[in-house]
């Protein structure tokens, strides 16, 4: 399998990149079909490796998946009950495989879900999500490495969320869209991808209210229907082409997006001195005659998004001054520090704040991503670095971006893959 990426620097990009579905929101509606007997067929459903995992795990439960023609997914599930464990060899590669806890529960009140264990990122407890289906009636227990959830008398109720968790949030949708009663979700998340998943699953016969803001209100229905539907785009891949705009002094449209998902990311991209400017089929971003440093902090939806900052990092690393970064979600996204270093960048690390010093230039070494986002986060560097960047473990890259060497080499870098 492709696990390495090199990439010769100096180019500048121009031209159109066409923005694929969203990985998180993906992930989450093929989680969801499960809650509806009959075919489910997904659109704009990218062909990345962590969809090609949830189609395992959605197989291994005992659901038929099948890629059509037209590039959408069909999702077969049986009548009567499915498997209900997912095993630890595939939840080990794909964290989002514990979105199945709240599907199976609102499916037949039972889900046995293996803990993913250690992240790149950080600790990434389950508690919120506990808590929420423990609200909705289910009984857990944690045991050799699985969570064991059992709900006999399902009902609606109200769960406070401490922190705005979009896999909580997502998990609690699922169960109470098939859970009597009324459930109530506060400080709820509010990404596009937890409105994406209330309209996929209105669109099978839930009644959801309120996605997108704090306060979601779940009426539980009986049945689900299966139904078509097309997913949104994602904004963390345009985000990605946008900086690579930037970071190499071009100019790149993208087109297949939503540009107020892309707000925050516009916005900080502005303040870094490019030119950005929504048009009919998308967004355009035209790199400005130098990159300004700029702060950052991350934060939940609207803030600006985790999952950009190590790609805004990078391009920081070249500005024309001294950046602060603050990581407010995950606590261990600074890993990329030490191969932007190996490139010459000059960053800082303490806690959760990072420093960046930009660089005149940045230079062609050979670096690893250590994770999904500072994967992304090197080839922008690499994009921008005087010579030849070997990307070892690239194939984090390849779980979240669908043909990046393909998109990339069309708008005129130099990318190959081993
Ligand atoms: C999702 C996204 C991921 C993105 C993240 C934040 C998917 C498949 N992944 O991950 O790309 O970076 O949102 O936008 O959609 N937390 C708890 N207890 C819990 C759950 C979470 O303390 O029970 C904490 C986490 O440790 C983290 C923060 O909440 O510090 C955010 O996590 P969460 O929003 O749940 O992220 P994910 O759903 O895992």
Known sequence: MTNRMIITGGNRLFGQVRISGAKNAGLVLMAASILAEGETILDNLPRIRDVEVMTQILNELGVVTRWNPDDSLS?????????CTTSYELAKKLRASNLLMGALLGRQGEAVISLPGGCDIGSRPMDLHIKGVQALGAATVIEHGYIYAQSHKPGGARVYLDFPSVGATENIMMMASRTPGVSVIENAAKEPEIV???????????????????VIKVEGVSQLRPCRYAIIPDRIEAG??????????????????IPMHLHPISAKLQETGAYVEECDEGILVRAGEKILPVDIKTLPYPGFPTDMQSQMMALLCCSQGSSVIVENVFENRFQIVDELKRMGANIKVEGHTAIVEGQPCLYGARVKATDLRAGAALVLAALAARGETVIDDAGHVFRGYEKMPEKLTRLGAVVRTE
């Open 240 to 257: 990605t082409y946008m900086v690579a705009a930037a970071i190499t002094g071009g100019e790149v449209k993208v087109q297949n997006i």
């Open 196 to 214: 994406d998943l209330a309209n996929f699953l209105n669109s099978m016969g839930a009644r959801i209210r309120g996605a997108g803001t704090d």
């Open 75 to 83: 999702i077969l599930v049986p009548e009567g009950r499915l498997n």
